[in-house]
T-cell receptor, first 114, second 114 residues
Framework: AQTVTQSQPEMSVQEAETVTLSCTYD???????LFWYKQPPSRQMILVIR??????QNATENRFSVNFQKAAKSFSLKISDSQLGDAAMYFC???????????FGTGTRLAVRP | DTAVSQTPKYLVTQMGNDKSIKCEQN?????MYWYKQDSKKFLKIMFS???????INETVPNRFSPKSPDKAHLNLHINSLELGDSAVYFC?????????????FGSGTQLSVL
C-alpha cells in the first residue's frame, strides 16, 4: 500500500520569506500523480499544485513550486514570498495511475508571521 | 455555481441517531468519494463510486452506507451514531481518464455526536 509521510507537523515563516514543506512517499508504481492541497480555516480543500511522475520538470504555479525527486520519492513544496493568506494546513497526496483514490499525508500546519 | 456541494455543513446529533449527508456535483464527473477527516486532521478515504458502482470500500463500519442514485449524487447514511463518528466528512469528485486525476472537494460536513 502506498504511504505518504509529512515529517513536519508545524512550520512557521516570516511574511515575504520562503518556506519549504517536506513530503516523502512509498510506492512500487512507476507512474503516478502527486498533489499538494491547502486547507485554510474555512475547511475547504484547495488544490495548490500537481505533478505527474513521468514529467521530470518540476511543476510551478505562481509562488508555489515543487522539488520532485523521483528516485528519492520526495515531493517538497516551496512557497516563495509568503503571504498571510498562505497560513493553512498543507497536505501532500498520492494517486496511482490505476488507482481511484488520493492517499494523504498527515499534514503540515503553516503559520505566517507578519 | 458550486462544483461539489454537500449538505448540511454542520450536523449536531445525539448518540444512537441515524443521519444522512448529501452530496451533489455539477462537473459531469463519473467518480465520487467520501473522505473522513478526524480530529487530528487526518484524511482517509471511506468510499468511492464510479458511474454509480461501488469501487472502493475501505474498512468502514457497516453503520455507514453510501448510496449513489446517479453519477452526480453520492449520499452517506450513518446508523446508530457513536461518539467516535464525530469528524468532518468530505465529498469529492473526479473524472477518470482525463490525465488530470485531481479531486474536487466539497466544503465538508462537520458532524458532532453528543
Amino acid at each position: 500500500a502506498q504511504t505518504v509521510t509529512q515529517s513536519q507537523p508545524e512550520m512557521s515563516v516570516q511574511e515575504a520569506e520562503t518556506v519549504t514543506l517536506s513530503c516523502t512517499y512509498d510506492t512500487s508504481e512507476s507512474d503516478y500523480y502527486l498533489f499538494w492541497y491547502k486547507q485554510p480555516p474555512s475547511r475547504q480543500m484547495i488544490l495548490v499544485i500537481r505533478q505527474e511522475a513521468y514529467k521530470q520538470q518540476n511543476a510551478t504555479e505562481n509562488r508555489f513550486s515543487v522539488n520532485f525527486q523521483k528516485a528519492a520519492k520526495s515531493f517538497s513544496l516551496k512557497i516563495s514570498d509568503s503571504q498571510l493568506g498562505d497560513a493553512a494546513m498543507y497536505f501532500c497526496a498520492y494517486r496511482g495511475s490505476s488507482g481511484d483514490k488520493l492517499t494523504f499525508g498527515t499534514g503540515t500546519r503553516l503559520a505566517v508571521r507578519p | 455555481d458550486t462544483a461539489v456541494s454537500q449538505t448540511p455543513k454542520y450536523l449536531v446529533t445525539q448518540m444512537g441517531n441515524d443521519k444522512s449527508i448529501k452530496c451533489e456535483q455539477n462537473l459531469g464527473h463519473d467518480t465520487m468519494y467520501w473522505y473522513k477527516q478526524d480530529s487530528k486532521k487526518f484524511l482517509k478515504i471511506m468510499f468511492s463510486y464510479n458511474n454509480k458502482e461501488l469501487i472502493i470500500n475501505e474498512t468502514v463500519p457497516n453503520r455507514f452506507s453510501p448510496k449513489s442514485p446517479d453519477k452526480a449524487h453520492l449520499n452517506l447514511h450513518i446508523n446508530s451514531l457513536e461518539l467516535g463518528d464525530s469528524a468532518v466528512y468530505f465529498c469529492a469528485s473526479s473524472q477518470r481518464g482525463t490525465g488530470e486525476e485531481k479531486l474536487f472537494f466539497g466544503s465538508g460536513t462537520q458532524l458532532s455526536v453528543l
